[in-house]
């Protein structure tokens, strides 16, 4: 008699099915912050922008030393996915690390972009940051509700972590690039 846990009727499966909560949430996050920002009337004011000369200064560059971590993401995802000869035991710990300080660091940019700005729809680069940063928001959410689910599918971090990737360099190029070249580096 076999045992159940053993029996290749009945071995573990990965699905795609244990994603719909994750992904769900995602989704609903990009959809009430893409509904916030465009119902709530923005206010025009920056808060607490301590060093900066600017909300506009302030935002480039919290989002490039996020973007700048998220490259260090993506080196040590593809290290330690044995894509890239980098080896050490310091590499998960620093690629969580890394995370985390790049997804704090987006935090009160967002928050700007929300309160002050709003989601605006005027003009295809403003159009392109509102919904990426709706996006963003949303597959990192899926992300970290996937982490744990040891039985998802074995693309389920690599996508996710693809696209957080992708949509937090396009909030880069439409905001933090455009400050820069159309404004000059500022502090």
């Known amino acids: 008699m076999s045992d159940i846990r053993t029996s290749p009727h ?5 699905s795609a099915a244990t994603l719909l909560v994750p992904l769900l949430a995602g989704g609903l996050v990009a959809v009430a912050l893409g509904v916030y920002g465009k119902m709530h009337t923005p206010t025009g004011y ?15 560059w919290l989002t490039t030393a996020a973007a700048l971590l998220a490259v ?5 995802a593809l290290a330690m996915w ?14 969580r690390w890394s995370g985390r300080i790049a ?16 989601a605006q729809f005027d003009t295809p680069r403003v159009i392109i940051h509102s919904l990426l940063g709706c996006f963003f928001y949303g597959v990192f959410t899926a992300k970290m509700l996937a982490l744990p689910k040891r ?4 693309w389920t971090l690599p996508v996710l972590g693809g696209l957080a990737f992708t949509a937090l360099i396009g909030l880069w190029l439409t905001s933090a ?9 500022k502090f």
Do not use: N
């Not at 044995?82 to 690629?95: D, V, Y």
């Not at 039985?151 to 074995?154: E, F, L, Q, R």
């Open 10 to 14: 009945h071995a573990p499966r990965t």
């Open 46 to 60: 920056a808060i607490g922008v301590a060093g900066f000369s600017g909300p506009l200064a302030m935002k480039a």
């Open 72 to 76: 260090f993401q993506l080196v040590t």
């Open 82 to 95: 044995g894509k890239i000869p980098l080896q050490g035991e310091w590499l998960p710990s620093a690629h």
């Open 103 to 118: 997804f704090i660091l987006t935090v009160p940019v967002a928050f700007h972009c929300l309160y002050s700005l709003g």
């Open 151 to 154: 039985d998802a599918p074995g």
């Open 177 to 185: 690039y455009w400050f820069f070249t159309t404004f000059g580096i």
